[in-house]
């Protein structure tokens, strides 16, 4: 059986759950609560070290981090999540990392309560969000402005780089950002919430 220890709300673990859908492999899921800690607990330290989820079990494996775990499944099951050539590969790589990688560190909620109580309250929760998911899915945008860019990030083939881009809109949409300026992000994401893979995948679907 593969289990998958996630949150709901958790982009990480929304991209890994989109992975699973698409490829078509069924999986238990095991909620990790990050509003009361359970991350931090002796159980999820022990799967995870860094204290984070998910952690996919799969295969005799026990495997962290959501671009690991989307790579290595594009690997051993296919499904085109990874282009075939290696510019393909980079770019959509360079897609996944400018939304993991870039918007994702500094919007993770325990970064943001930091940036909070550090201020005094001059910075709120929510003006931190809008800032740098605005101003990292405007980088997006741009990047998309490019000729492999079709229905998808990647030409008309889901690859990691959309498993990234709609849990990013989730929470762009969450903290209020303003998409009218970003109608490439915006088609893309219409286009894949249309696929049975991604809606079995949304928060709603796991809501605690």
């Not at 594009?74 to 996944?96: C, F, H």
């Not at 000729?147 to 990030?153: D, I, L, S, V």
Request: one cysteine or more; aromatic letters at 6%.
């Amino acid at each position: 059986m593969t289990v998958l220890y996630d949150y709901w709300r958790s982009s990480a673990s929304y991209r890994v759950r989109i992975a699973l859908a698409h490829l078509g492999v069924a999986w238990q899921a095991v909620p990790v609560n990050l509003v009361d800690g359970s991350q931090r607990g002796t159980d999820n330290l022990a799967r995870n070290p860094q204290g984070l989820v998910p952690t996919l079990e799969i295969d005799g494996l026990r495997l962290t981090q959501s671009l690991a775990i989307i790579e290595y499944l594009a690997e051993t099951r296919g499904g085109g999540l990874m282009p075939a050539d290696a510019a393909g590969r980079a770019r959509v790589r360079a897609l996944s990392y400018a939304v993991a990688m870039e918007i994702h560190p500094v919007c993770n909620l325990s970064v943001g309560k930091y940036a909070v109580d550090a201020s005094g309250g001059a910075i709120t929760t929510e003006s931190w969000m809008r800032h740098f998911i605005a101003k990292g899915l405007a980088a997006l945008e741009q990047m998309l402005d490019h000729p492999a860019t079709g229905r998808f990030c990647h030409g008309d083939q889901v690859t990691m780089a959309d498993l990234c881009l709609v849990p990013q809109v989730f929470n762009a949409r969450r903290w209020g950002v303003d998409l009218a300026p970003l109608p490439r992000i915006t088609a893309i994401e219409a286009a894949l919430a249309e696929l049975p893979s991604v809606q079995v995948a949304h928060p709603d679907q796991w809501r605690e």
